[in-house]
Antibody, heavy 121, light 111 residues
């Protein structure tokens, strides 16, 4: 089964951007789909979007369209999330997760360890 | 305000049975979309507990079970153990939002 390892914690200024990586091992990268989910401090889970590397297809939650981008590099088996125009409300732990199932049935397993992004002036 | 509604907290004594509800609407659970459940132990990433309404992934004890009816779903935990103390989240798909939705989470306390 695929294993996911994310990049380390980040501290960013408001208005800047952050890029978080998620390296997959133990599976066929391109045949997987990867999703990003965030969790603000003390809050619940919030789905942000997903990518299917083999097709280059992406889908984003309506809330994040415009300043959120998911990409994938098949040569390094790594998925990335890029969030721009950061504000304090974006302070959260960002998780990548392997998505399985077709649209409407998808679930997430396994998950990366999470990356804390702190937005502070 | 989450699209899927869960009770903020539930509790039970060791050995007891508890259930966690997940209430949706006609645009998600009621439309026939699968419900999945995740367990998040303190300080860790979520883990898939139940997939497609009632399927247990390999390694998940049979003390955990899921069901779905109408616009709601439920997670049941029998033979409650101290190690079950965690946050539990339901997840489905919503066609009006055209995306994945999560419940607000339920904190399970083992008394």
């Amino acid at each position: 089964q695929v294993q996911l390892v994310q990049s380390g914690a980040e501290v960013k200024k408001p208005g800047s951007s952050v890029k978080v990586s998620c390296k997959a091992s133990g599976g066929t990268f391109s045949r997987n789909a990867f999703s990003w989910v965030r969790q603000a401090p003390g809050q619940g889970l919030e789905w942000m979007g997903w990518i299917i590397p083999i097709f280059g297809t992406t889908k984003y939650a309506q809330k994040f369209q415009g300043r959120f981008t998911i990409t994938a590099d098949e040569s390094s088996s790594t998925a990335y999330m890029d969030l721009s125009s950061l504000r304090s409300e974006d302070t959260a732990v960002y998780y990548c997760a392997s998505r399985f199932g077709v649209a409407g049935t998808e679930a997430f397993d396994p998950w990366g360890q999470g990356t804390l992004v702190t937005v502070s002036s | 305000q989450s699209v899927l509604t869960q009770p903020p907290s539930v509790s039970g004594a060791p050995g007891q049975r508890v259930t966690i509800s997940c209430t949706g609407s006609s645009s998600n659970i009621g439309a026939g979309y699968d419900v999945h459940w995740y367990q998040q132990l303190p300080g860790t990433a979520p883990k898939l507990l139940i997939s497609a309404n009632s399927n247990r992934p390999s390694g998940v004890p049979d003390r955990f079970s899921g069901s779905k009816s109408g616009t709601s779903a439920s997670l049941a935990i029998t033979g409650l153990q101290a190690e079950d103390e965690a946050d539990y989240y339901c997840q489905s798909y919503d066609y009006s939002l055209s995306g994945v939705v999560f419940g607000g989470g339920t904190k399970l306390t083992v008394l």
